[in-house]
């Protein structure tokens, strides 16, 4: 049982495979030509997995594998020059090609890695969360963090091929689970909104979803993703709306060092960047609801809560980091964020994807979402 997916980004193509278990990735490794692999997993998988795993693969492909505690504190340049170096101690050359199995956290260090070693050597994904697997493979931004802010270090690198068992999911945290569908709540707000009842109608807390239910979250974020990645694989114009809930996001999933996931701080940012659409005149309010009710159909609001913590001076302290800088002019006071003029369509002025939102505006909209939030839980 699988499914397989052509991934085209720009003028770059790979195949992605959907597999209810590993049995044919020896197959589509064979077909790449790839004899030998450094596996470099996250430590938090389930080590049964990863041991049936290597067996797997060194009875045909010769293999050599470790093991990293990765987390969003060490998706740090340090963590890419550690990793690169241990490779070069086990012997990888130019022809080799790297495995990246874990969440996003690991896919985007070591995508990092392949783009680094020898200038660029081959990269195979097997993403292990649903974050990873509905998202972050589906791009071709591999970066890290800096003190300054997240993925202020990167390029663009392209994977060989991803592959992502199915089975894997079971080890992940109702939490973790839950986080990853955020990316494809901001495609349905973003991109695709003709298909949000259907999506809404499956959603629920549980985390009780079907090998074709979960294909069908694949299938319509690659649509998302691709659709406008195609011709835009640098995302600087229509791809940038996938910056939507970002910039408030990614500053909060900063300020907590990681204890806020990814896709926790893009519910709560696109919550926020929600609102300052309506606050600007943009955005209806029964399309703002939408994301609440989005976002509460999948449980984690109760999770939003702890973002109370920082005020709204420390989120938008970091916001000024936010690398989505210099896409504009810039004006004191102000930070610049991809907004919604409707559902599924970008706000764009002057050909600009980003809008510079005053702080006052954000603030505002900041307060509105925590007494909102409140009614929620
Ligand atoms: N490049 C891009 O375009 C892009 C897009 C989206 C997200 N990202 C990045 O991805 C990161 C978030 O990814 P994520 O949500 O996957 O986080 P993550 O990689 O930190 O994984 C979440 C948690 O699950 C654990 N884990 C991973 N696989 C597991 C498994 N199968 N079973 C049990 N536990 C498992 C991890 O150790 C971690 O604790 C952020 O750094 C974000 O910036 C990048
Ligand atoms: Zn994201």
């Not at 470099?40 to 293999?63: A, F, H, P, R």
């Not at 594998?65 to 690169?84: L, P, Q, T």
């Not at 890290?144 to 997240?150: C, D, E, L, S, Y």
């Not at 001076?313 to 980091?321: F, H, L, R, T």
Request: hydrophobic share 40%.
């Amino acid at each position: 049982m699988f499914h397989e997916y052509k991934i085209r980004i720009g003028g770059y193509e790979y195949p992605y495979y959907l597999s209810y278990n590993t049995e044919i990735l020896i197959g589509k490794l064979r077909a790449l030509g790839v004899c030998s692999v450094f596996i470099v997993y996250d430590n938090s998988i389930n080590k049964d997995y990863i041991t049936s795993l290597k067996n797997l693969l060194m009875g045909e492909i010769k293999c050599e594998s470790v093991g990293i505690s990765v987390g969003e504190h060490n998706k740090n340049i340090d963590k890419v020059r550690e990793i690169s170096e241990y490779l070069l101690e086990c012997g990888i050359d130019r022809k080799s090609c790297i495995v990246a199995l874990g969440g996003g956290v690991l896919g985007n260090i070591v995508g990092l890695v392949a783009g680094l070693l020898f200038r660029g050597i081959r990269l195979v994904h097997i993403p292990t969360t649903v974050m990873a697997a509905t998202d972050s493979v589906l791009s071709l931004k591999q970066a890290v963090n800096t003190k300054f802010g997240k993925n202020l270090l990167g390029m663009f690198y392209k994977p060989e091929m991803v592959f992502t068992d199915y089975s894997c999911f079971k080890s992940l945290s109702k939490r973790d689970y839950n986080a990853g569908l955020v990316e494809l709540i901001k495609n349905l707000v973003s991109v695709i909104p003709e298909h949000i009842d259907e999506v809404y109608g499956i959603l629920n807390d549980r985390v009780e979803y079907t090998f074709e239910e979960f294909n069908l979250f694949l299938d319509l974020s690659i649509r998302a993703k691709c659709g406008l990645l195609i011709n835009d694989m640098y995302e600087k114009k229509d791809g940038l709306v996938f910056e939507y809930g970002h910039t408030v996001g990614h500053a909060v999933e900063f300020l907590s060092r990681g204890e806020i996931r990814h896709g926790e701080g893009v519910a709560f940012g696109l919550m926020v960047e929600s609102e300052i659409s309506r606050e600007l005149g943009y955005l209806k309010e029964e399309e703002v609801d939408i994301h609440y009710k989005l976002i509460n159909k999948i449980g984690i609001i109760d999770q939003l809560t702890r973002i109370n913590t920082y005020s709204e001076e420390e989120i938008w302290n970091v916001m000024k980091y936010d690398n989505k800088r210099g896409y504009c002019e810039e004006n004191e006071g102000t930070v610049p964020m991809v907004l919604l003029k409707s559902l599924g369509e970008c706000y764009v002025e002057n050909g600009s994807y980003v809008k510079l939102v005053q702080e006052d505006i954000f603030k505002i909209s900041v307060n509105r979402v925590f007494n909102r939030i409140s009614d929620f839980t």
